[in-house]
């Protein structure tokens, strides 16, 4: 499981909550108060977690790769177009 640490738990979580849909992902797991989520395929069992956001406002989220499996080529350009779409809407928020 990758854990990405990020300062700003919403935000992070309104991005991947949307984009990992495309996937079917969902949260199978938050804890510490919604600090650390936790998100799984639909098709895994809730205890199987790919992906984890935690907040850390004092630690640098660093360089990350991730990588998903797609069923096919058009879930792919699904992903990346969601993906840019929501990243335009959750920093054009910003302060």
Do not use: W
């Not at 984009?19 to 600090?35: C, D, E, H, R």
């Not at 790919?50 to 879930?75: M, N, Q, R, T, Y």
């Amino acid at each position: 499981m990758a854990t990405l640490y990020v300062t700003d738990i919403a935000k992070s979580r309104a991005f991947y909550d949307e984009i990992l849909s495309v996937l079917n992902y969902k949260v199978v797991a938050s804890f510490l108060n919604g600090t650390y989520v936790c998100y799984a395929p639909d098709t895994k069992p809730a205890l199987y977690s790919s992906l984890a956001i935690a907040s850390s406002p004092d630690k640098s989220p660093g360089s990350v790769h991730l990588a998903f499996s797609c069923p096919s080529s058009e879930a792919v350009a699904q992903l990346y177009a969601l993906a840019l779409q929501t990243a335009e809407k959750t920093t054009a928020s910003r302060d």
